[in-house]
């Protein structure tokens, strides 16, 4: 039995630019998935209690069985269990054992579909601890490659690299195309979450900057300015500027907001955080609802957001510089 953890992040700059070849900068944060891996005779077995469809959680048997816990339709779980199965998929793989059997359980607590990356943590860290447990090592940058292919595969082609890479590595990374690294020398920046109990729909979401990106030369070069956002950010946040940095990261969101992505939650948590005088916030990830980033060392914004409406929840959470690593 194996079991590996891997963290979620935050984008400090570049969500759905970096979809379209423009550099984002995610950074790992100090919430993990933990996915422990046995090896059984045959077939895959699911143990999920932090999924919950229609309100069941999930107990699901990836080989043809139903299982009896479950009452909800057989796709739904599938959909829901796509990222173990595909992650699975690659550990057999790479140890060249196709026939593989496993027993999977999966637990952590990064709220799902908000932005913060549960899905890249959940399929590094199940490649980490599937492989593991069939004798195989993968370096990190390995099981950032396959991790990719999974959310590549499960979110129908609309997925960059940035999500896998930075959980798979840790800490601050920057991301464009297939380039991608890890920026050293930067091992904290105060976070503060604020989350407003809601999920966006990652491929609608990215569809629609998509289709405002085709109709809109302006939308385009909204995009383009994204990447400009990143590429001042990433000499700035060398310096440690925390002012600046924020400055930046208001105007990403502006930007993101023009792109269709924001909502009134969300929204109104960034403002929350700036009238605390925070250095800056922003939404994080695809958007539509979720979670927004503020940068911010004090206990301002982290306070104004408990009592922001709209706000279910709100934490610190550090730049966890480390990635994908075995427990
Ligand atoms: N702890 C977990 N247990 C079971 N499934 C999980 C867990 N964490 C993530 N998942 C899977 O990942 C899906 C959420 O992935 P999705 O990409 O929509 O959101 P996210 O990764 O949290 O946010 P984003 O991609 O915007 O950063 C869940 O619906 C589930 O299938
Ligand atoms: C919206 C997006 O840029 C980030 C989602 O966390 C999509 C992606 O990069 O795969
Ligand atoms: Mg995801």
């Known amino acids: 039995m194996v079991t590996s953890s891997a963290p979620g992040k935050v984008y400090l700059f570049g969500e759905h630019a970096v979809v379209y070849g423009e550099p984002a900068v995610p950074c790992a ?19 999920a209690n932090d999924l919950q469809l229609d309100g069941f959680t999930v107990e699901y048997s990836g080989d043809g069985e139903s299982h009896p816990d ?21 550990a057999r793989d790479a140890a060249d054992a196709p026939g593989a059997g496993f027993e999977i359980s999966v637990e952590g607590d990064i709220p799902l579909g908000a932005g913060l990356g549960s899905s890249a943590a959940l399929v590094v860290a199940a490649i980490d601890a599937a492989t593991r447990e069939l004798g195989v090592g993968l370096s990190a ?22 999500d896998t890479f930075c959980s798979a590595m840790g800490g601050a990374v920057r991301v464009e ?5 890890r920026l050293d020398g930067i091992d904290t920046l105060p976070f503060v979450i604020g989350y407003d109990g809601g999920a966006g729909d990652t491929g609608e979401l990215v569809a629609g900057v998509r289709d405002l990106r085709g109709r809109y030369d302006f939308a385009a070069d909204t995009v383009t300015a994204i990447g400009d956002i990143v590429r001042e950010g990433e000499s700035v946040l060398v310096t440690g500027d925390y002012e600046r940095l924020g400055e930046l ?9 023009a ?13 929350a955080a700036r009238d605390a005088d925070a250095h800056g916030a922003k939404l994080t ?4 609802g979720g979670c927004i980033v503020a940068l911010d060392e004090t206990d301002d914004a982290l306070t104004a957001l408990k009592y922001t409406p709209g706000c279910e929840d709100v934490f610190r959470a550090g730049l966890d510089t480390d990635g994908v690593r075995q427990e």
């Open 285 to 288: 990830g695809a958007g539509g």
């Open 249 to 257: 990261m208001d105007f990403n969101h502006g930007l993101l907001s």
């Open 177 to 181: 195309g297939d380039d991608c690294r």
């Open 70 to 90: 479950v009452d909800v339709a057989e796709s739904l779980v599938e959909a829901g269990m796509g990222y173990v199965n595909e992650a699975v998929a690659q």
């Open 259 to 271: 792109l269709g992505v924001s909502s009134r939650s969300l929204d109104s948590m960034v403002w």
């Open 141 to 162: 940058s390995e099981i950032a490659d396959r991790a990719y292919q999974v959310e590549h595969a499960v979110q129908d082609g609309q997925a960059s690299r940035a």
């Open 29 to 47: 944060i100090e919430r993990r998935v933990h996915v422990t891996a046995t090896e059984i005779d045959e077939g895959l077995r699911i143990h």
